[in-house]
């Protein structure tokens, strides 16, 4: 049999007939025949349905096993991995690649906190980066709705002139207590940083009562690093500066 003779013994899908031009889908038996999901290989080569069968075995081989209430904690452990690796979790809260809003550095304390309790509970990165944004986005919100009704509370309490000559007042305040108390500028920065006193209208009337108490010309040649009082009061108004 020479190679035209082979070749007029194949069908046109390129199956090699059973015999009588029968492919080899004729000599299935008739349930499987009769079988839509096993109909779109009808003109298929058996090569091509051995290597979807394999495929399909692989991928059925690599699927999470849920585990039962009898299931040893180990099976047990390891489909909770699993799922967490599916889902993308990180294998620990240094993992999280999120991105930090202006003013919160990576070592807040409360940042750190949050991330590390998400990640035990098995939280992804897009919910950490989701929960960070949103009580950021409110914080800067509350605090600046704060300021602006301090700001209202104290022109109120003290009209006209009065306004700016407190807040002189307190100005010399926070100069004169930081160098009393020898600190930086920098550490009462921190301070009033961390403790958010920002909206603190009690605070700043206080300062400026406290502020009649010290006499200009006595921060001349104070404290090193500590200016007049106005940067410092600025981390509570900055519009007041």
Do not use: C
Request: aromatic content about 6%; proline content about 5%.
């Amino acid at each position: 049999m020479d190679e035209g003779d082979l070749n007029l013994s194949l069908d046109q899908s390129g199956n090699e007939p059973l015999g009588g031009g029968a492919s080899w889908f004729d000599g299935l038996p008739d349930d499987l025949k009769a079988n839509e999901a096993l109909g779109v290989w009808k003109d298929k080569q058996p090569a091509d349905v051995l290597k979807h069968a394999m495929d399909l075995e692989g991928k059925l081989g690599s699927r999470l096993e849920i585990p039962t209430q009898e299931s040893a904690p180990e099976v047990k452990q390891k489909f909770v991995t699993d799922v967490r690796k599916a889902l993308g979790v990180p294998d620990s809260p240094d993992g999280y690649a999120i991105k930090l809003p202006d003013g919160i550095p990576a070592s807040d304390p409360l940042l750190q906190a949050f991330v590390k309790e998400g990640h035990a509970k098995g939280y992804t990165t897009e919910q950490v980066q989701t929960a960070v944004d949103l009580v950021s986005k409110y914080q800067v919100e509350t605090q600046q709705q704060l300021r602006d009704e301090g700001v209202k509370a104290l022109q109120t309490l003290w009209p006209g002139e009065q306004f700016q000559a407190n807040l002189d007042a307190a100005h010399t305040a926070i100069a004169g207590l930081a160098k009393e108390a020898g600190l930086t500028q920098q550490e009462v920065d921190f301070y009033l940083d961390d403790s958010n006193m920002g909206h603190a209208v009690p605070l700043v009337r206080m300062l400026a009562v406290a502020g009649r108490f010290f006499k200009e010309d006595s921060l001349k040649g104070g404290n090193a690093g500590v200016d007049d009082g106005k940067a410092m009061l600025g981390k509570f108004y900055p519009s007041m500066v």
